[in-house]
């Protein structure tokens, strides 16, 4: 269970995690718990505690992105950050405004940066916390729930290889098609 929430945290709000496996580790956590053979932790708690780490988490980025925030727009792309990544999340930010906050939880890479964004553009921490609460809360329960009912179906516990298999490739399509579209745009200029 440690590991989960140390995942969702570093998902949530440090800049390494955008490549961690958010939905589709809540998802299969859920159906672990309704499994009982590997966490025998109730729904509740589970929930109440993915919660947790995800707030805590985008907490994290938002203090990161306060102080350090506008030397990460004129940092180079490396190997692990792309400049990229931290544009999207700005636009996204700039789109949707306070709403953003939980609107990228369900929205992998945006997930991980909107939080860093939000700092870094001086977003009123009330507001913010109000958004991350809402944000993190909905994510890490609705997901784990989700995951918690579906597992309790027969056909899911027959076959739940194959579904989290399928959950994976869900999770990665996004990003799939984003590159493709990069790509794309790369080719035309």
Known sequence: MIGILAIVFAESGLLIGFFLPGDSLLFTTGLLVADGRYLHQPLWLVCLLVSVAAV???????????????????????????????????????????????????????????????????????????????????????????????????FVKSNIEFILIGIVVVSVLPIAVELLRARARSRQR
């Open 56 to 154: 805590a988490g985008d907490q994290f980025g938002y203090l990161f992105g306060r102080r350090v925030g506008p030397a990460l727009f004129r940092r180079p792309n490396s190997r692990l950050f792309k400049q990229e990544h931290l544009t999207k999340a700005q636009g996204f930010f700039a789109k949707y405004g306070a709403r953003s906050i939980v609107l990228a939880r369900f929205v992998p890479i945006v997930r991980t940066f909107t939080p860093i964004v939000a700092g870094a553009s001086g977003m009123h921490y009330r507001t913010f916390v109000l958004y991350n609460v809402i944000g993190g809360t909905l994510w890490g329960t609705g997901v784990t729930v989700l995951g918690y009912f579906l597992g309790q179906i027969a």
